[in-house]
């Protein structure tokens, strides 16, 4: 049979592929050395064939495990480092050491149709662009030759971003009822916007109150920015410290936190309402205070305009209420009736009427 060869006591296989010839020892049985060459030749056919063996044998695990050793550090989103921990457990309890390139794409679809179910659209979008990070990093990496399933699984269209923000009076009954060891952390998040992993990691090396400035030195965007302090929240602040440069502002677990804020938003009745909608209360506020995009985009730290057009038109009703106030502002005038009017074009009605019977 073309393409075997007896070297020895083991029988070898020849074959050609993507433009390379290959060469494989196989058995000392020639039946085996058949069955394996007629295997590479209809993998080649049916293109699932990748020239790799070992690479075609790895499994989804130790692609995470590459992943996680090459990205991890850089996944400065606790969310993101919990996810990758939870694709990896539910993820190896159901495939095992099954080969990553032969986990069925149905299968990771129920998976994700799981995740949907559970908790929202979103979310599960999240879990797959995490486990097609791992299968596109083992394929760029060469470690992996085979296809990815995850990308044949079809994802939920996630609903529109909601803009939830607190009135005035929301805002001073949340405040005014909250735990006061929380009060300096929220009223943080109400006057400048930050996140709440930036206030959390927030030392006093990065506050600077004779200044009146933050600096926030790693960003979800990756980069530094600088946000003014307001006089209301330099006093709060103030009242809290300094203290050591090394010394977290708020040195809070984020369990306790949420305890105390969901405890804050039950006794004021706020309803619909999550610890990231303070950073849209900031947002919101300031644009219809201001109208100034260019500005919030800088202060909060978006790294497209477009994430911050999201406010446009809460800057749009503070223009028109602008210029409402200056309407009121300038007395009423009338233009004296004078027989030049209508000569120079002043009067509408000429324009329409002119040169006809």
Same mark, same amino acid.
């Given at each position: 049979m073309k393409g075997l060869t007896l070297r020895g006591r083991i029988w070898w296989i020849t074959y050609n592929a993507n433009g390379r010839r290959y060469r494989e020892s196989v058995s000392p049985n020639r039946a085996e050395a058949v069955k394996a060459l007629r295997e590479r030749r209809r993998d080649i056919l049916t293109g699932k064939f990748y020239?790799?063996?070992?690479?075609?044998e790895i499994t989804f695990r130790a692609l995470a495990d590459k992943y996680w050793e090459l990205h991890g550090p850089d996944l400065r989103s606790t969310a993101w480092r919990y996810m990758m921990i939870k694709v990896v457990t539910e993820l190896g309890e159901k495939f095992g050491d099954i080969p990553a390139g032969n986990i069925p794409a149905v299968d990771l679809q129920i998976?994700?149709?799981?995740?949907?179910?559970?908790?929202?659209?979103? *979310?599960?979008?999240?879990?797959? *662009?995490l486990i097609k990070a791992v299968y596109n990093n083992g394929l760029h990496k060469e470690i992996y030759h085979g296809p990815n399933p995850a990308a044949k699984v079809s994802k939920g269209k996630e609903p529109p971003n909601r803009t939830r923000y607190l009135t005035h009076g929301e805002i001073r009954v949340l405040l005014g009822s909250c735990d006061a060891r929380i009060f300096p952390l929220l009223a943080c998040a109400i006057y400048t916007g930050m996140r709440r992993g930036e206030m959390l990691a927030l030392t006093w090396a990065n506050i600077d109150l004779a200044g009146g400035l933050?600096?926030?030195?790693?960003s979800k965007s990756g980069k530094p920015r600088e946000?003014?302090?307001?006089?209301?929240l330099?006093?709060?602040l103030a009242g809290i410290g300094p203290q050591g440069p090394a010394a977290k502002v708020f040195d809070m677990p984020i369990i306790t936190l949420r305890r105390l804020f969901d405890k804050a938003l039950r006794a004021t009745g706020i309803m619909g309402f999550h610890f990231h909608d303070l950073r849209h209360t900031f947002a919101s506020h300031f644009i219809m205070k201001t109208g100034n995009l260019p500005a919030l985009q800088k202060i909060l730290g978006h790294a497209s305009p477009i994430m911050t057009q999201r406010y446009a038109h809460l800057s749009h009703s503070y223009l028109k209420a602008e210029m409402l106030a200056f309407n009121d502002s300038i007395p009423p005038a009338e233009a004296p009736e004078t027989s030049d009017r209508k000569q120079i074009g002043h009067n509408l009605g000429t324009i329409a009427t002119a040169g006809l019977p």
């Open positions: 020239g790799n063996r070992k690479a075609q998976y994700y149709n799981e995740i949907r179910a559970r908790s929202s659209i979103s *979310t599960a979008n999240r879990y797959l *662009t933050i600096y926030i030195l790693q946000i003014p302090i307001a006089p209301n330099r006093d709060i």
